[in-house]
């Protein structure tokens, strides 16, 4: 009887991981349909220097508008995507959208620096420097200088000298690298010895806490001291009231972003919310 029930709960496992399977063929079907149809846009927050006031760049996130379920976020196409080769599809688009961008931009007398989110799997792929390369060169106006390019510090970056060497690739190019969500990762010192990253970007899950949480406000000052150390630069993300940024100038971190500042916004918003914000810089929270 026990190998009756055995047998039975293993035809459960098998339709449940075939319908697994199904589902998730119907997720990349969708997704390649999504990127033939332009229906991913990318939206941009600001990131400002709350000491002197000045909007130092804007971050791109893509989002996807579905035509029957909205405007999704990241985490529920980007997960589906992480290991197939359509994240470097999508991944190269973003990179070519941004510099259309921000030559849209320049146009409109906003010269601005954009960082762009990278994956690992899109950093390793072999067209990548060639593809920056080229990019870069279809828009000659936008200065490589502009580029910030951000990658997950907890994303399995496999091989640390080869990332190490692609990365210098890019900044003979001009590109600057930060590290994002930095301190999340299992090897973040590692990565700061070897990775020649301009940028430690704080995770948002310390900023957020680090009033109420004493620990999350040692790991925030253990960052911007580490940043001072290493002469690497410092922001800080998820920053969603004006308390989080007095206590981050306090501890010297200049450089944010957040709701508390601007949510994420259409491209098309930006250079009238940056005009607006040098005219007067005002906490949302
Ligand atoms: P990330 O790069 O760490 O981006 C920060 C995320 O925090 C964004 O979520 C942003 O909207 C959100 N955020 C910003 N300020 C606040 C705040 O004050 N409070 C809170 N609670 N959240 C805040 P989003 O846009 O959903 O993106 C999630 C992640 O998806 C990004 O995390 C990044 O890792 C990834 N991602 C986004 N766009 C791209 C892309 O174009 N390519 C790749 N490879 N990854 C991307
Ligand atoms: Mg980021
Ligand atoms: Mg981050
Ligand atoms: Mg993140």
């Known amino acids: ?5 055995g047998k039975h709960c293993y035809q459960f496992f098998d339709i449940d991981s075939a319908e697994a399977a199904k589902s998730r063929r119907d997720s990349l079907e969708a997704i390649a349909n999504a990127i033939d149809n332009k229906e991913f846009v990318l939206y941009y927050q600001p990131k400002v220097n709350i000491k002197t006031g000045v ?3 804007a971050e791109a996130l893509i989002r996807w508008q579905h035509p029957t379920r909205g405007l999704l976020l990241p985490s ?19 990179i070519e959208s941004v510099l259309e961008q921000m030559s849209i931009w320049q146009a409109q007398e906003l ?29 000659p106006a936008i200065a490589p200088e502009l580029l910030d390019l951000e990658i997950l510090e907890t994303s399995a970056l496999e091989d640390i000298s080869r ?25 973040s010192l590692t990565y700061l010895k070897r990775l020649p990253a301009a940028l430690l970007k704080i995770d948002q899950t310390f900023v957020r806490d680090m009033l109420v949480d004493s620990s999350d406000l040692a790991i925030v ?8 150390i290493f002469d690497r630069g410092v922001i800080a993300e998820g920053v969603e009231t004006k308390a989080h940024g007095d206590k981050l100038l306090s501890l010297n971190c200049h450089i944010v ?19 607006q914000w040098h005219l007067n810089p005002t906490w949302t929270a």
């Open 257 to 275: 972003q957040g709701y508390g500042i601007a949510r994420p916004m259409p491209a098309d918003e930006l250079p009238a919310w940056v005009v």
């Open 1 to 5: 009887q026990a190998k009756d029930k």
């Open 111 to 139: 010269t601005i620096p954009v960082s762009v989110n990278i994956g690992a799997s899109q950093l390793q792929g072999n067209k990548f420097i060639a593809h920056i390369a080229d990019a870069l060169a279809t828009y």
């Open 221 to 228: 000052k253990a960052v911007i001291g580490l940043a001072e």
């Open 55 to 57: 909007v130092v760049g």
């Open 163 to 187: 990332i190490s060497d692609l990365m210098n690739a890019c900044i003979q190019m001009g590109l600057k690298f930060s590290l994002d969500d930095f301190g999340t990762g299992y090897s």
């Open 76 to 94: 529920v196409f980007l997960p589906t995507i992480e290991e197939h080769e359509m994240s470097i599809t999508l991944g190269e688009w973003v």
